[in-house]
């Protein structure tokens, strides 16, 4: 007879790739609004997003995986609103590979960390004065494939 739900080997267990996140939290935020919430004319701001990534050790094999959202809305050569958000999150990390590790950290992490950066943001910009800001998804993968491909270009020629 076949089991439907086999207990798994003890020393497969123990070299399966793991990557479970354990704790999520605001590392830091800033909020600035040069001329508050006053506008001139029509809202019809450019808004400008930056991302950026870095992980760093804790202990062992749990990461700190730090996303760092920038928004910045500017109407004209005035600056609306500069908002930055650090989101972190805490990551277990075993087994993985070279390759595996990365594309965790470049994409896989800021993906779970994004709505959470997204939702803080959010609340700034309207605590702030301004009109709703909802930021669009997200697609960390391809961000990944797209850096990963450049950085193949650069070291072929």
Do not use: H
């Not at 001329?35 to 808004?47: E, H």
């Amino acid at each position: 007879m076949t089991e439907l739900n086999p207990v798994p080997d003890a020393a497969a267990a123990s070299t399966a790739p793991v990557l479970t996140l354990q704790a999520v939290y605001l590392k830091d935020t800033s909020f600035e609004a040069p001329m508050g919430p006053r506008v001139d004319g029509n809202w019809n701001p450019q808004i400008s997003l930056d991302l950026q990534t870095v992980a760093s050790v804790i202990e062992g094999d749990l990461r700190e995986v730090l996303l760092t959202v920038t928004v910045s809305a500017k109407q004209g050569d005035k600056t609306l609103f500069l908002v930055e958000v650090k989101q972190g999150g805490a990551f277990l990390m075993q087994n993985l590979g070279e390759e595996d590790a990365k594309r965790a950290i470049a994409s896989i992490c800021p993906a779970v960390l994004f709505p959470y950066a997204r939702a803080v943001i959010s609340l700034l910009v309207g605590q702030g004065g301004f009109p709703q800001l909802l930021l669009p998804p997200v697609n960390f993968d391809a961000l990944y494939e797209n850096a990963a491909q450049q950085t193949e270009n650069v070291t072929k020629n």
